[in-house]
């Protein structure tokens, strides 16, 4: 066993951080050291280090609003699911330990990973049992924003706030002077600030049902410092289960220096309230803030909120200045990315629209809205059990496919991808910047195709991630072979 250093309600990152320590040092748990210290023993180099994280889910109760909300679940009993730190190459694992009277599962969205590792129920996984612990072990190959969410129980889960960032780190540091986390996550609060039932079957079959208090970090417009003059990285998430985010910030002297946790390759253009950054449930953008060189300036992120234009964080400018300049920004280095080969692709078609028959889902230990509206390619998700679909589409491994992704429906869909990558090189109404991606927001009537290498083996969960839609069809998964 390595060592583990357990570091909580740090507020580097803006909110609660857990960070363990790696393999390779000596011993340094906290338990008292009698006087006088005796000579530290020679520290024998780990073979095979691993970060290990103990992730208990469990009931936690937090004061969102003005009450106390009972009834929510976190990895601790009073504090929102903390940020995650590991590095790009390093063997980390994951304890997942089943808390809570509900089953459940962790996913670990975009991170590309071993398929057993995938936190899908009965696709990758069985379902984590009260009080039962799965192991997660994966080395990311990728630095970025990437988070965690169940994917069982999804959409009372996610509700009751379990969605977290995890970061993976740079084998360099790219020397940013700040940087914080801002996931945001919407509430659906009753007027004695608990949880009220968070999706009706009416908006299930629509746009999906909004929440009612919208917090970034469990806060409602949390403010956090910055170094003035200094470059701040931003990592904003949409964690939420419905919202599709359009957001912008009061200070436009930025970068988006990533994406959906990958450096940017096609410059995002700097967002503004008439034309905002659009973040649809699941994706992340990374920004690069040059700060005012004046103290307690402030900027803001501000997001169309429900009724109007909404502050969820701001950052005020701290200590002397810093006097950097945006031009340091440097592209980040690039993420070991197969590159696709468009000459030899084959091209595969996804229909997302309307269940075609009343099909009513299964009730497994995972959980269902009860009806079905949504299909891929005319197949309706029978609900996440044993008694799954066939793979939409079979995959040869490290093949080049492009993806012809349809909406046919007047709604919006987020369309995530597990365990790969994927970049849009079209559509059919607007220039959508060729980044590489997981999740990609489908408008009305839109029709994006999107190419990538099928480089991982597995079967990958493919579905939109407004969970009301997920949770009522709009799933399926391909097979990787
Ligand atoms: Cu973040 Cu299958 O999802
Ligand atoms: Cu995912
Ligand atoms: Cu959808």
């Given amino acids: 066993m390595n060592r583990r250093e357990f570091v909580h309600g740090m507020s580097l990152f803006g909110t609660s951080v857990l960070i363990t320590g790696c393999g390779g040092g000596g011993s340094s748990d906290p338990v008292s050291t009698p006087t006088p210290v005796p000579p530290a023993p020679v520290p024998v180099p780990d073979p095979d280090p691993v970060r290990v994280f103990d992730l208990a889910i469990q009931k936690a109760n937090y004061r969102l609003r003005n009450q106390m909300t009972t009834g929510l679940v976190s990895l601790s009993a009073d504090a929102p699911p903390p940020v995650l730190i590991t590095n790009q190459g390093e063997k980390t694992q994951f304890n997942v330990q089943n808390g809570s009277e509900d089953h459940t599962a962790m996913h670990w969205h975009g991170i590309r990973l071993p398929n057993q590792m995938d936190g899908v129920p009965y696709l990758t996984q069985l379902p984590i049992a009260q009080n039962e612990t799965f192991k997660y072990e994966f080395t990311p190959p990728d630095a970025g924003t990437y988070w965690y969410h169940p994917h069982c129980l999804t959409m009372s889960q996610m509700a009751q706030g379990l969605t977290g960032a995890l970061i993976i780190k740079e084998k360099v540091d790219p020397g940013f002077d700040d940087d914080h986390v801002v996931n945001l996550k919407d509430f659906m609060l009753d007027e004695n600030d608990q949880l009220d039932t968070p999706y009706t079957l009416r908006n299930a079959s629509r746009g999906g049902t909004l929440g009612n208090y919208m917090t970034a970090n469990w806060e409602q417009a949390p403010r956090y410092e910055c170094s003035a003059g200094g470059l701040a990285r931003i990592r904003i998430l949409n964690t939420d289960t419905t919202r599709i985010h359009e957001i912008h910030l009061t ?15 096609e410059e995002i253009p700097v967002p503004s309230a008439e034309n905002p950054l659009v973040l649809g449930p699941g994706q992340r953008a990374d920004i690069v803030v040059l700060v005012s060189v004046v103290e307690e300036d402030i900027f803001d992120i501000i997001a169309k909120g429900n009724q109007g234009p909404q502050v969820m964080a701001s950052f005020v400018a701290a200590g002397v200045s810093l006097n950097r300049q945006l031009d340091e920004v440097t592209p980040l280095p690039p993420n070991p990315i197969s590159q696709p080969d468009p000459d030899n692709a084959e091209f595969l078609d996804f229909l997302f629209g309307w ?17 079905n509206f949504w299909s891929i390619n005319r197949v309706a998700w029978p609900g996440d059990n044993a008694s799954a679909n066939e793979a939409l589409a079979t995959l040869e491994q490290n093949k080049t496919y492009i993806m012809r992704l349809q909406n046919g429906s007047p709604n919006t ?12 090189i079209y559509s059919n109404m607007r220039h959508i910047p060729a980044n590489w991606t997981d999740t990609i927001v489908l408008q009305r009537d839109e029709i994006v195709e999107v190419i990538l290498v099928a480089d991982n083996v597995g079967d990958w969960a493919f579905h939109c991630h407004v969970i009301e839609h997920q949770k009522t069809g709009l799933a399926g998964f391909i097979t990787i072979a």
């Fill in 251 to 265: 200070n436009t002297n930025l970068k988006i220096i990533a994406w959906d946790g990958h450096p940017v390759e």
């Fill in 413 to 424: 869909h987020p369309i995530h991808l597990h365990g790969l990558i994927f970049k849009p």
């Fill in 355 to 371: 269940s075609p028959v009343g099909l009513e889902p299964d009730n497994g230990f995972c959980g269902t809205l009860g009806s």
